[in-house]
């Protein structure tokens, strides 16, 4: 019985801290999107606990982004323009432990869903 307390107690203790563990994006990531057509862009994120900031730029320009990270889970999101309409572009993706992310993108005004993939960008040449 007392085992079982104790297993138990293990268990639970590992499942709080695993839930409170929140993974680092901070810092320069590669993109690719693919969305109606496919483009690269560099994000560069700044993170505060779960409170995700930044910018991200490409060939529509550069774009302040804001989001959160939870565990492994990244949301962000920014707001532009197309042809004088406001946007906002969304991104929900996970975070692996080889500094990798991937997931899907919308715009919700116009109808539009695609995926994304990111590297973290570590400065050293591409192979």
């Known amino acids: 019985m007392k085992l079982s307390v104790t297993l138990l107690v293990l268990l639970t203790a590992s499942t709080v801290l695993e839930a409170q ?7 320069k990531w590669k993109m690719h999107t693919v969305m109606v057509q496919e483009s690269d862009s560099t994000c560069t994120f700044t993170q505060k606990d779960t409170e995700l900031t930044g910018t991200c ?7 302040d982004i804001t989001g959160k990270v939870e ?33 899907a993108t919308h715009v919700a005004e116009m109808g539009l869903d695609g995926d994304f993939t990111a590297v973290k960008d570590t400065g050293a040449p591409a192979k």
Do not use: Q
Not at 57 to 63: C, I, M, T
Not at 73 to 86: C, H, Q, R
């Open 21 to 27: 563990t929140t993974a680092s994006v901070a810092g």
């Open 57 to 63: 730029e490409g060939d529509n320009g550069k774009n």
């Open 71 to 103: 565990g492994n889970k990244v949301t962000w999101s920014f707001k532009t323009e197309y042809a004088g309409s406001p946007l906002t572009v969304s991104y929900e993706g996970k975070l692996d432990p080889d500094a990798k992310m991937a997931g």
